[in-house]
């Protein structure tokens, strides 16, 4: 049974950092491409970062770069988002997604964390 539990969210105020973690289970971690989405109220869900199976490449929201770190452990199934400097924009829940590299088996995903930024 696959599962990605995400753990980390709160509230924290304008400045503030927060470290994300998704634990992984139920399928070979290592292979999956994993990303960090986020939807805040009554937008779209957008992607925030991604990272490459064995973490060498990283990519991320023009809104978000130089603030937030996108890292792995393939030794514990868990990807990480570590997040600087935050902003009220940056409200927002926060989703784990796992991409495999097959296009024939859709992506996984969490089910969310709530980060709340406001004074």
């Not at 400097?85 to 996984?108: G, I």
């Amino acid at each position: 049974q696959v599962q990605l539990v995400e753990s980390g969210g709160g509230l924290v105020q304008p400045g503030g950092s927060l470290r994300l973690s998704c634990a992984a289970s139920g399928f070979t971690f290592s292979g999956y491409r994993m990303s960090w989405y986020r939807q805040a109220p009554g937008k779209e869900r957008e992607l925030v970062a991604e990272i490459s199976r064995l973490g060498g490449i990283t990519n991320y929201a023009e809104s978000v770069k130089g603030r937030f770190t996108i890292s792995r452990d393939n030794a514990k199934n868990t990807v990480y988002l570590q997040m600087f400097s935050l902003k009220p924009e940056d409200t927002a829940v926060y989703y784990c997604n796992a991409k495999s590299p097959s296009p024939r088996v859709d992506p996984y995903w969490g089910q969310g964390t709530q980060v709340t930024v406001s004074s």
